[in-house]
């Protein structure tokens, strides 16, 4: 949603990631710089209320968002991307590591310390019914953050208030009506006035349109699009669907189970996945052509369920789903680094990308399960850059070496829960 | 019972004629309105569709637009006091509105069934997942509870559920998501129903899962060569699945037909929007999408005419006002393909290719 998008995201090295980062404020500038940010919401049980565990829903992330640009986040349900919104606003008072705002470290800010800070950071909720109060009439609620901010607008809130709603593409003569009498798009501009109110610098923005109709949502991408044009907004969206994290995103941050697995700016991400989890989610999505039907060639069915983020699997997290899977990645937790400039990506046999362990030549008996679930287009792909996977994919139908291996095991429902 | 005749094609108003006479689920005209406090709300109003067997229906359309309500209506769920209900629904040569209640009952379970976008609200929360599906089986099959577990193991395994001989034990809450809509079809498929009807099965899951459930749906259909009925917003899924679509509005059907030339050719301005408000993964992002104006109609108070006239930027096109006062019938515009909208062939061609086809 930058202002070109397109020439934006086709970067050579020179132009692209983080090239610019010292100037104050300016476009591309790191406006929000996250390290090693944890949230472990404990797990209490008993009389005592002894700690018996923790939900690791955000897990050790790394990443920046320039002034300007819009961030996508995407993941599936409960793998912290609503925490990390959270927790970037503040909302969360995070279990470790720094969130750093203009240069500044507001890790651990107290809610004096925060106020300024409330101005420049907004969050829009998912929900645009529950969100709003019910009882609040729709001046009341957007004129709110004046209230809270001690800010006296020029010419008054009231004549503010319905500035802000005639931007939000609302009639300012709906000052005095109350959150019911408007239907889901209507509350969630809402929503957004309330957020814009007191010209935020980023706008964290959860599953903005996922509650709303796809006629609808095309009207909300649309004015959050105008909106940062007009008023050069930064913004984090947090989203599930990918066709929509596409459509508005600059850079993409793939989450899974509490971490980010890849970050890359959108062409890339999307031409060109480097995380097999990425490549997966990616395949899954519901193409709206009927002609591509059956070419399943290109689908990858995941085994079994997300695993549960109180005890995720060690090393990789995906390696108990992934095809590519090798020893290294059930003992060793590959880092987020980056491979392409501008693509980060945590694997140790990424796609479209040199293997970063060659030496590891055996696939685990999971990714061997997993693999039965993948399209032969794509095991062909991942063999050109996995040693294990081409070792298997070239075996070919193997006469007396090695039978007893695949049958002594049980060919499905083999999931360790 | 005396046995009525299936209503020839095309004749009471509003019905699109059809194509196939060997059509499992023929419905014919179906009107489901509530009495509301608030006013009638027509939420089904004069909708017909076949369904073959083997065949899949995909039926899509904002919320509140009727999906369910004709989903229900066809399961014969809507005999609530406050609810109208006229029209026919033959499924295979029987008629079920005018049937006997209990009649119906004997073959929802067994010849039709039906899956929900929540399982949640189909499954008993006290009673284990294995307990609910031997009691579905058992209901239309006389058998001992033992070889019916035998079958709800066998059922749950058939799904894809790992583990199935512990998991039949276990509650639905115990399950995760994905997990519950693969018991929740099981327990829809347990006595190989005819008719399958998912009401957005997918859409409170992820991608992933997804994936996973339609590649079932689609796996079972084709073993078992049930006719189904797929409900959904996401246009996504329907090209996926359906062969047949039919788009609705307000309690109507706008436009139907084979689902390739649905995509490829749509007719109706409704479809136009929908498939202009929707980012798509597969082609070059556009630099905007263009969003349908104003909201979804309230069913109490639809507007004159044309339900979506005041959203349609094609709305003074068609001469002497007709929009805002006539409604426009389903008529033909190409082979098995129906639309109701008042433009002309030639201006609804026009439209298409030069405004509406190289924007998408
Ligand atoms: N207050 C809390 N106490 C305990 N666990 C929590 C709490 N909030 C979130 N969690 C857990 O943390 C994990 C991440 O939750 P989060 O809401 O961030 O997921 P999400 O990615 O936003 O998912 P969705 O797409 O469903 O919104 C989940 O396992 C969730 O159950
Ligand atoms: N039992 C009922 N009583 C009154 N109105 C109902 C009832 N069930 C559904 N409706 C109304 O019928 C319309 C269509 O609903 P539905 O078929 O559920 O829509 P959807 O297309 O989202 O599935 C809505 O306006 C809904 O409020
Ligand atoms: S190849 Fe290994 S490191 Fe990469 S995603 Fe798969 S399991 Fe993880
Ligand atoms: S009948 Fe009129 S209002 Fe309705 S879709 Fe056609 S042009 Fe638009
Ligand atoms: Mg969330
Ligand atoms: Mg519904």
């Known amino acids: 949603m930058s202002e070109n998008p397109k020439d934006a995201a086709v970067t050579t090295p020179a132009q692209s990631a983080g090239a610019q980062l010292t100037k104050d404020a300016g476009p591309g500038d790191v406006l929000l710089k996250v390290t090693g940010l944890q949230k472990h919401f404990p797990i209490r049980k008993g009389l005592l209320q002894r700690q018996v565990g923790a939900v690791r829903a955000v897990d050790g992330l790394d990443f920046e968002v320039r002034a300007g640009e819009t961030l996508g986040v995407v993941g599936e349900s409960g793998c912290g991307k609503s925490t990390m919104g959270r927790l970037i606003t503040r909302l969360l008072e995070p279990t470790a590591g720094t969130v750093e705002f203009q240069g500044k470290d507001i890790t651990h800010l107290d809610a004096g310390g925060m106020r300024p800070m409330r101005r420049d950071v907004q969050m829009i909720f998912q929900d645009p019914y529950s969100s709003l109060n019910p009882r609040h009439t729709v001046g009341?609620?957007?004129?709110?953050?004046?209230?809270?901010?001690?800010?006296?607008?020029?010419?008054?809130?009231?004549?503010?208030?319905?500035?802000?709603?005639?931007?939000?593409?609302?009639?300012?003569?709906?000052?005095?009506?109350?959150?019911?009498?408007?239907?889901?798009?209507?509350?969630?501009?809402?929503?957004?006035?309330?957020?814009?109110?007191?010209?935020?610098?980023?706008?964290?923005?959860?599953?903005?349109?996922?509650?709303?109709?796809?006629?609808?949502?095309?009207?909300?991408?649309?004015?959050?699009?105008?909106?940062?044009?007009e008023l050069g907004l930064t913004y984090v969206i947090i989203a599930h669907d990918l066709s929509v994290v596409r459509h508005v995103s600059d850079r993409i941050a793939v989450m899974y189970l509490g971490k980010i697995v890849e970050l890359a700016d959108r062409e890339s991400l999307y031409k060109a996945p480097m995380h097999p989890?990425?490549?997966?989610?990616?395949?899954?999505?519901?193409?709206?052509?009927?002609?591509?039907?059956?070419?399943?060639?290109?689908?990858?069915?995941?085994?079994?369920?997300?695993?549960?983020?109180?005890?995720?699997?060690?090393?990789?997290?995906?390696?108990?789903?992934?095809?590519?899977?090798?020893?290294?990645?059930?003992?060793?937790?590959?880092?987020?680094?980056?491979?392409?400039?501008?693509?980060?990506?945590?694997?140790?046999?990424?796609?479209?990308?040199?293997?970063?362990?060659?030496?590891?030549?055996?696939?685990?008996?999971?990714?061997?399960?997993?693999?039965?679930?993948?399209?032969?287009?794509?095991?062909?792909?991942?063999?050109?850059?996995s040693a294990a996977v081409a070792a298997e994919v070239s075996e070919p139908p193997q006469e007396v070496s090695d039978p007893p291996e695949d049958v002594s095991e049980p060919p499905r429902d083999t999931d360790d829960k | 019972m005396s046995k009525p005749v299936k209503a020839a094609l095309g004749e009471p108003a509003g019905v699109a004629p059809s194509d196939a006479d060997d059509a499992f689920l023929s419905v014919r005209d179906l009107r489901i309105h509530f009495n509301t406090d608030d006013g009638l709300v027509k939420s089904v109003d004069g909708v017909s569709f076949d369904v073959r067997r083997g065949k899949t229906l995909g039926i899509v359309g904002e919320s509140g637009s009727g999906k369910s309500v004709t989903s229900l209506g066809v399961m014969g769920l809507h005999r609530s006091a406050n609810a109208k209900v006229s029209g026919e629904v033959w499924l295979d040569g029987q008629e079920l509105i005018a049937a006997d209640p209990d009649e119906v009952r004997r073959l929802r379970g067994r010849k039709m069934a039906m899956i929900f976008q929540d399982p949640l609200s189909a499954m008993h929360p006290y009673y284990t997942v294995g307990q609910q599906i031997v009691e579905a089986y058992r209901v239309h099959h006389d058998v001992s509870k033992k070889v019916a577990k035998q079958r709800a193991v066998e059922m749950l395994d058939r799904v894809g559920i790992p583990e199935p001989n512990k998991r039949v034990d276990g509650y639905p809450h115990e399950f995760s998501g994905g997990m519950r809509q693969r018991a929740m079809i099981a327990m829809a498929l347990v006595n190989n129903p005819e008719l399958l009807i998912a009401d957005e099965p997918t859409t409170a899951l992820d991608v992933t899962v997804q994936a996973q459930i339609l590649d079932l749906i689609r796996d079972l259909q084709k073993e078992f060569g049930s006719a189904v009925i797929m409900i959904t917003h996401d246009l996504g899924v329907v090209a996926e699945m359906a062969d047949d679509l039919l788009v609705m509005y307000g309690g109507r059907c706008v436009e139907r037909g084979p689902a390739e030339s649905v995509f490829s050719e749509p007719r109706h301005p409704y479809t136009w929007g929908l498939l202009g408000s929707m980012p798509r993964l597969d082609r070059e992002e556009t630099d905007r999408l263009i969003p349908i104006k104003g909201s979804p109609p309230s069913l109490i108070n639809l507007p004159e005419g044309c339900a979506f006239n005041p959203r349609c930027p094609y709305a003074d096109i068609p001469k002497d006002n007709v929009t805002r006062t006539v409604r426009p019938e389903l008529t033909e515009v190409g082979g098995r393909h129906w639309a109701a909208c008042h433009m002309t062939q030639e201006q609804r061609q026009r439209i298409w290719t030069e405004e509406i086809a190289p924007k998408l």
């Open chain 1, 140 to 229: 009341t609620i957007v004129g709110a953050p004046f209230r809270l901010q001690g800010v006296q607008p020029e010419g008054g809130v009231k004549k503010e208030v319905q500035r802000i709603l005639s931007v939000v593409g609302l009639n300012p003569e709906h000052y005095n009506r109350y959150p019911h009498e408007f239907s889901g798009g209507q509350r969630q501009r809402i929503g957004i006035a309330r957020a814009l109110a007191l010209n935020p610098k980023l706008v964290v923005a959860d599953e903005p349109v996922s509650a709303l109709d796809v006629s609808i949502q095309a009207q909300v991408v649309n004015l959050l699009d105008d909106l940062q044009q």
């Open chain 1, 277 to 385: 989890y990425t490549k997966a989610l990616m395949s899954a999505v519901p193409i709206p052509d009927p002609k591509r039907r059956g070419v399943k060639s290109e689908r990858i069915l995941l085994k079994g369920d997300v695993p549960s983020p109180i005890s995720p699997p060690s090393g990789c997290r995906f390696h108990t789903r992934c095809w590519k899977a090798t020893e290294i990645c059930r003992t060793t937790e590959p880092a987020l680094v980056e491979l392409k400039p501008g693509q980060r990506v945590a694997c140790h046999h990424p796609e479209n990308f040199e293997d970063q362990a060659p030496q590891e030549t055996v696939l685990l008996s999971a990714a061997k399960e997993a693999a039965e679930l993948v399209p032969e287009a794509v095991l062909e792909e991942s063999a050109e850059t």
